[in-house]
């Protein structure tokens, strides 16, 4: 983005116009913290150039630009003034660490509230499951009030102020908030920013047709406008109904509405929409969030004639949130949630809009692997796709509450001799059993039939041929689906980035059908994956010979040796060349730490003859940090079916 000069001194003028006369307006409150008003001072100097010229490229065409800037400037002084003493504490020790995420130490969960623990006085009580596990990074999926029956899984909030009361209230979050960090847990939330529900009071005012809560969506009176925008759009849930905008009776209008009928589009090109939505982040922030994932990030900003999505302007909106952030509670990340072709994916990270952002390619790439057991379009899309602006990591996820999406990049797969459309519906059959030979038991979730298009839900081990092991009691079977269930958080655990885990799988936890007699969720095959179950036994921890507790304990196992290793801190990863097409190795290095780990995608063993290992850098013998055996320089390597080693090559 250029900064013409000019731009630099209307920034520089409006700001020297406007805080004279908001600092008078606030006297009495900043009276009495004079030393934190300079902290807060510097911070503003420092991000207003950019802040203000994101808001100009957004805004900068209305007549009355000047009181969107002020009114901007004065919520940030109001935000700063609000936020309590131990979040300003943690501001400061984030700004003397600013990359303190991007350690090894860094391990995630996340959880629905209610499956998991009932609602949030309950989750307090697993503080210590959670230490036992050994995670830093608590994300806790959508809390906030919501319409009663459907609700998209939370996505669809009636007021982000509020707490579903089911769960709790804004106070218990708060404590839980203090409590979590008392204990290095961090919390993370959701920030849903495209839609609001059509319950929210904004949409509740637009429905009695105030103009000005009109202007916060996107509503239409008649087709013809509509039709031109759907004509470029795709739709997102194609078995619950069929285009972008939805009737609205009440209205007498058509609404975009991208996901659900009750999810309502907000109007970003209206800056009462901006100005509505920072004020509800900065409360968020305020209460105690370390992380705010963004929800559909991709989708926020329209434009007729496109797809209207990945739009210039959406990259600005996130960049004027991330620097009204800085400013105000500089602890706080953003984590962006953008489920599209990887060339976009990774335009919303950077330090100045996203410093984290969920790796969509390596998960679908990790299951495309382990159904084909080759790992070539795995490591050809990594090695060109996978590298970040420095500051920023990936957070790395094998399941996740929705479906798998196969958007790994056509051209990819061309130069790998990979017909990606014929490859699609290959991985689609396979997921879902229905492959001869197949280990899965995905479940199909949104096809198209008008393009073929289909997804997949299923817990990590069910689509890992655990289900289908256990149902035909086939301990050899059972063996290799525990096998490639630890390969894949192996590699989730070593490749550099932070480990998300998806509660449940820490302890293998199946498909539930039971969603299928809700009529609530029946129609939405992700609930096979967001099950009630729990697992008695876990939060004694008593030794038993279960597989649920050989899983939770190669979890805890893992993660601890990767809080032992300073080369799994981010950043660094180097892809070594196996000369074997089923495995996939790399070399992670930091703080004099080297290590080679190599994983085997198949169910028979494989080598890595002595010249690979030699040519990968390691020289002499070496030691396998898990078995603690001995590698002997010089000779072919043997890995056991869907087994991992990690080498220490340190100082070789
Ligand atoms: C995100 C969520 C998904 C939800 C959608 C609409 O993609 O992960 O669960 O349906 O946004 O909010």
Redesign the pocket.
Known sequence: MDRPEWRREAARNSLDRLLPRLEARYEKALADIPVRWNLFYNRLNREWERLFMYLHELYGWQYDFFYTLEQVLDMLIRYWIDRPETMHQLDEQREADPLWFLSEEVVGIVLYVDLFSDNLSGLRNHIPYFEKLGVTYLHLMPIFSVPRGEN??G?AVNDYRAVNPDLGTMEDLFQLAAELRKRGISLVLDF?L??TSDEHAWAQNAKTGDPEFLNYYFTFTDRTLVDRFQEHLRDIFPTVRKGSFTWNDELQRWVWTT?NSY?WDLNYSNPAVFQAMAEEMLFLANQGVEVLRL??VAFIWKRLGTTCENQPEAHTLIRAFNAMVRIVAPAMLFKS?A?VHPDDVIKYVHPEECQLSYNPLLMALLWEALATREVKLLEHSIHHRERLPHGCAWVNYLRC??DIGWTFDDEDAWQMGIDAQGHRKFLNDFYTGKHPGSFSKGVPFQFNPDNGDLRISGTLSSLAGLEEALEKQDNYMIELAVRRINLLRNIQVSIGGIPLLYAGDEYGVLNDYTFLSDPLKANDSRWVHRSRKRWEAGEDLAHTDTLEWRFFHEMVKLFKLRKQSPALRNGGMELADTGNPHLFAYIRDGGDQRLLIINNFSEYAQVMRAGKLKASGMRRDAQEIFTQRTIPAGENLEIDAYRYMWIDISGQ
Request: no cysteine; hydrophobic share 30%; charged share 30%.
């Open positions: 998209d899984g996505y849903v495209n839609h996901f999810q929800d559909a949630e489920i509450h929705d």
